[in-house]
């Protein structure tokens, strides 16, 4: 919700090549509460001003020196990718509105100035961004919510599923190995029990980070729920290389924790399947390490297992 405070505080740009003009907006709008306003003469300033400030209003003078108000905002246009210009022209030539307009200004302050126009103008101008900004804002908080683990920040399922597409498809065409590594902690649940879920969450957010912190950053680290992880390594030379990738996993994941004063200590067991050879689709794959992950389990914990029964133990020690 936008306030008034807001709007009074947006940030304005002021832009003629007459000193006169700026003097007088600049007074008009600081005796009616505007508290960050900014200036310039020079119109060849203000995309870098723009592109360094990111001001809410630009005040545009149109006929300028060197460089007109047209120009400007042309200059703008690259900076604003998203097509909206916060830009209120001033013009004393009503011939100029209709095309200012027509070249992405949202209003117009006519010459000479009338305090009452300008100032509802510039109002419902801040107005109109500072709610553009937070339904843009809103909407990218949802793009992120529908694609990320709201708990870790890391990708869910359906992000999850994107990447491994994209992973497959460049697998195949270089012909290259990927792999695919499913993880979960061993006795998660006693953490809970003991210490609470809201210790049980703060410990997966650190493991989530942990996890990143262990691969490369091409590679990617989802939460599909619980204690369960799903890791999919954008390129492997081969057994070996993911098998290191996933007992490095498992050792940063198993070092103690420092939670609400507490030290805990957790290990992890992990399973891993590799395109092509244990698989060439993505639920195949998935279904490979999540088979191995349940040998991994059976064979004591904290360690990892490979489709094909190839067994690794963690540098860690086994919990209890």
């Not at 008009?28 to 300033?45: H, K, N």
């Not at 920040?153 to 195949?172: K, Q, W």
């Not at 210790?199 to 729920?225: F, H, I, P, S, Y």
């Not at 992880?229 to 996993?249: C, E, N, P, Q």
């Amino acid at each position: 919700m936008i306030s008034s405070s807001d709007i009074f505080h947006g940030k304005v740009l002021i832009v003629d090549d007459q000193e006169a003009n700026v003097i007088l907006l600049e007074r008009m709008l600081r005796g009616a509460g505007y508290v960050s306003i900014a200036s310039t003469m020079d119109p060849g300033e203000v995309c870098e001003l723009y592109r360094n400030n990111r001001y809410d209003l630009i005040l545009l003078d149109l006929q300028m020196p060197g460089m007109d108000g047209f120009q400007v905002m042309e200059g703008l246009k690259k900076i604003e990718t998203d097509g909206y210009l916060p830009v209120l022209v001033i013009t004393a030539q009503p011939a100029h509105k209709l095309r200012a307009l027509q070249a992405g200004a949202k209003d117009f302050i006519s010459k000479p100035f009338e305090m009452a126009e300008v100032l509802a103008r510039v109002h419902n101008m801040l107005e109109v961004r500072l709610l553009h900004e937070e339904a843009r804002n809103h909407g990218k908080m949802l793009e992120s919510l529908a694609l990320k683990d709201p708990l870790t920040g890391l990708a869910n399922r359906r992000l999850l599923d994107e990447r491994m597409s994209m992973v497959l498809v460049h697998a195949r065409r270089n012909k290259e190995s990927m792999a695919v590594v499913y993880l979960d902690l061993d006795g998660f649940k006693q953490i809970n029990d003991t210490f609470g879920h809201g210790a049980g969450d703060v410990l997966l957010k650190m493991v989530a980070g942990r996890m990143v912190a262990a691969v490369r950053e091409e590679d990617t680290v989802a939460r599909l729920g619980g204690d369960e992880f799903v890791i999919v390594l954008w390129h492997v030379s081969g057994t070996d290389d993911a098998a290191k990738v996933a007992l490095k996993v498992i050792e940063a994941v198993s070092q103690p924790y420092d939670i609400e004063g507490h030290t805990v200590s957790i290990t992890a067991s992990a399973g891993v399947g590799i395109y092509p050879v244990h698989g060439e689709d993505a639920d195949t794959l998935m279904k490979s390490a999540d088979l191995a992950l349940y040998e991994a389990k059976r064979a004591g914990k904290n360690v990892c297992r490979i489709s094909e029964r190839i067994d690794l133990s963690a540098a860690a020690p086994q919990s209890a």
